[in-house]
């Protein structure tokens, strides 16, 4: 009869300190989610449509100008900080959630889900954001959620430029062109 040792390894101070940090960062970006959503941001306001479908469908309970509303005063990197900001609060609150002691184990599983989800959102979000840098787009911003894509852009676009985008959103997210929203600020406001 064969013996099978497992060994467990300890997680370590340093790395312990990084995970922490990273979660506060995600908090951060989730923060400024919820600050978009609750000021107005949306893709309905200057939508530039990306060729072959309507925007994605609101998530339930939430209005279609959730995100990428830009007005006078606020620019991508302040909409960026708010986000990052957020985030870091629904990390937050989600690890508070994970380590309290009367928390059931279901509640738990569905808050390290949760994290997890984030987490992956925001790695999607900068790789789409690094990538339109690289394409000559000098600031975007990217938010991920549920399988649908906005971009926020600074100027509106003509449709080679649109289609150029939901392009490299496709291939970071997998989605489909028609779950990609890009929007712009809309003249006047």
């Known amino acids: 009869m064969l013996t099978r040792t497992v060994t467990f390894r300890t997680v370590g101070r340093r790395e312990l300190v990084r995970f922490l940090i990273l979660l506060v960062v995600l908090g951060l970006l989730a923060l400024g989610a919820l600050y978009l959503r609750s000021h107005g941001?949306?893709?309905?306001?200057?939508?530039t449509q990306v060729p072959g479908g309507a925007p994605p469908p609101p998530e339930e309970g939430e209005s279609r100008e959730v995100m990428a509303q830009l007005v006078?005063?606020?620019?991508l990197a302040d909409a960026r900080m708010e986000?990052?900001?957020?985030?870091?609060?629904?990390?937050?609150?989600?690890?508070?959630m994970i380590s309290a002691h009367d928390t059931a184990p279901e509640m738990k599983a569905?808050?390290?889900?949760?994290?997890l989800a984030i987490i992956a959102a925001m790695g999607k979000e900068a790789e789409i954001e690094g990538i339109l840098r690289s394409k000559g787009y000098r600031d975007a911003l990217a938010y991920v959620r549920d399988g649908a894509v906005t971009v926020v852009v600074p100027d509106p676009l003509q449709g080679p430029d649109a289609t150029r985008i939901a392009d490299a959103v496709c291939r970071v997210t997998g989605c489909r062109p028609e779950q990609v929203a890009i929007v712009a600020p809309v003249a006047g406001r």
Do not use: C, D, K, T
Not at 110 to 115: G, K
């Open 83 to 96: 986000r990052e900001r957020v985030r870091a609060q629904q990390i937050e609150l989600l690890e508070r």
């Open 41 to 47: 941001y949306g893709p309905r306001l200057g939508a």
């Open 72 to 75: 006078p005063g606020n620019s």
């Open 110 to 115: 569905r808050a390290q889900e949760q994290m």
